[in-house]
């Protein structure tokens, strides 16, 4: 489903008297530069009313496409109202390759690190999903290579495993990595309390118990050690009507 009508609806949001210049988040469930996007530029319509408007954004996304983009993020970025976070759960492209197939290779996202830092805007990297008892391991290896690609703040997520999500999810470990299935399961049991998935506020980003809090604690001394910002800076939104000057005299 696309939603074609988005950037009109947008634009619209924007000119009404509520809107005060609220940070606009791409992407949430769906990641907004899937390759549909390639061809429809719904994103990018976005993007421009954002940039017309200078409103705040917050892009996350695995997608080389974003890179297209660069001029209007960058323009945003330097009124200090665009971020950006590219989610690297691997440095093994053959573990990646198993479980995300078809999307960008680890080789790859860095790359798109290196070329938004490059442009002036300020990138993070996103460990997510965290996968216990098969790429926690890696954490303190992926978030090197992201700051020596340039991102600047870090942070990370646990595997989420709502609804059919599970299914999907086992399936490709058994196929892909079989001799690791048994011990992943049982360790994403650990993190949550002997399911497969916890929806509660609070834990579902990341887990609870013992082998939790040592992923926590592995992630946040790897990022103390690297130099990495905990969080995105914010300050006074830059959002303006683009005519409103000239409401003043009309």
């Not at 993070?124 to 978030?143: F, H, K, T």
């Not at 009507?241 to 003043?248: E, N, T, V, Y």
């Amino acid at each position: 489903m696309a939603k074609l009508r988005a950037p009109e609806l947008l634009r619209r949001a924007f000119e009404r008297p509520s809107w005060a210049g609220e940070a606009i988040a791409f992407s949430g469930n769906t990641d907004a530069w899937q390759p549909l996007e390639a061809s429809l530029r719904l994103t990018r319509g976005c993007l421009e009313v954002c940039a017309e408007y200078r409103n705040q954004v917050r892009v996350t996304t695995k997608a080389p496409l974003v890179e297209r983009d660069v001029d209007l993020l960058s323009a945003l970025a330097r009124l200090g109202a665009a971020s950006a976070s590219i989610t690297l759960p691997f440095l093994d492209a053959a573990r990646a390759r198993a479980l995300e197939p078809g999307a960008a290779s680890p080789a790859r996202r860095l790359e798109t690190i290196r070329r938004l830092a490059a442009a002036g805007i300020p990138v993070g990297v996103s460990v997510a999903p965290v996968i216990p008892g098969l790429n926690d391991e890696e954490i303190p290896r992926v978030l090197a290579a992201a700051r020596e690609a340039g991102a600047t703040r870090a942070h990370w997520l646990l595997l989420r495993l709502p609804g059919p999500v599970k299914e999907v999810f086992e399936e490709r470990l058994r196929a892909g990595i079989p001799e690791r299935a048994e011990r992943v399961l049982h360790r994403i049991r650990e993190t949550r309390d002997g399911k497969l998935y916890d929806a509660r506020f609070g834990v579902r980003g990341s887990g609870e118990g013992e082998y939790a809090r040592s992923i926590a604690s592995l992630f946040d001394a790897a990022a103390s050690r690297l130099g990495f910002e905990s969080g995105a800076r914010s300050g006074p939104t830059p959002f303006r009507r683009p005519r409103s000057q000239l409401a003043l005299f009309a």
